[in-house]
């Protein structure tokens, strides 16, 4: 079983709709979760991080943390073509799996927003 | 005013060849990474330091070999190149457990 895991997509949205994004994860234990953005030939960068159950909002980005289904989610609102690039799902295990500062990645999802 | 910088950016080499790839961060980070991201865009880690000891090592061949002289920097040393080493490699680096800023990344391609 992945440790986390994703849709790879594509998710094709049109411009101006929301986008959502999904991931699971199988240590139970997992504390620390991310939210990366990549584009093509790009390095990933961090959009969001949440490290408690429910949601976390910054400008159009909404992440949602549920602890008890192993389970993470990224909405995008107002979705725009510029948004369109592969988003990875990380997740920290538990320091006393060796997860000390580890990052696990899923292996993304590629957003398409079209016009 | 680079945040992560490595270098090279792209390095082409035949296999059995021995190749070097540097990575500095001027952030004042402790800790730093090397990920490899495969074809497929899988990113997983390799190794990181925290102020220059070694706290994390995946199950890598022992080609790969890491190095940090000082916390700003971690070089990765591959011995004996493979096709299978083809991948983009991506330094990072964070202050103890908190976001983890990337490099733009070094793309190895092994011929």
């Known amino acids: 079983q992945k440790e986390v895991e994703q849709n790879s997509g594509p998710l094709s949205v049109p411009e101006g709709a929301i986008a959502s994004l999904n991931c699971t994860y199988s240590d139970r234990g997992s504390q620390s979760f991310f939210w990366y953005r990549q584009y093509s030939g790009k390095s990933p960068e961090l959009i969001m991080s949440?490290?408690?159950?429910g949601d976390k909002e910054d400008g159009r980005f909404t992440a949602q943390l549920n602890k008890a289904s192993q389970y993470v989610s990224l909405l995008i609102r107002d979705s725009q073509p510029s948004d369109s690039a592969t988003y990875l799902c990380a997740v920290e295990p538990p320091s006393g799996s060796g997860g000390y500062n580890k990052l696990i990645f899923g292996a993304g999802t590629r957003l398409a927003v079209h016009p | 005013d680079t945040a992560v910088s490595q270098t090279p950016k792209y390095l082409v080499t035949q296999m059995g060849n021995d190749k070097s790839i540097k990575c500095e961060q001027n952030?004042?980070?402790?800790?730093m990474y090397w990920y490899k991201q495969d074809s497929k865009k899988f990113l997983k880690i390799m190794f990181s330091y925290n102020n220059k000891e070694l706290i994390i090592n995946e199950t890598v061949p022992n080609r790969f070999s890491p190095k940090s002289p000082d916390k700003a920097h971690l070089n990765l040393h591959i011995n004996s190149l493979e096709l299978g080493d083809s991948a983009v490699y991506f330094c990072?680096?964070?202050?103890?457990?908190?976001?983890?800023?990337f490099g733009p990344g070094t793309r190895l391609t092994v011929l």
């Open positions: 952030l004042g980070h402790d800790t």
């Open positions: 949440i490290y408690s159950n």
């Open positions: 990072a680096s964070s202050y103890g457990g908190d976001t983890q800023y």
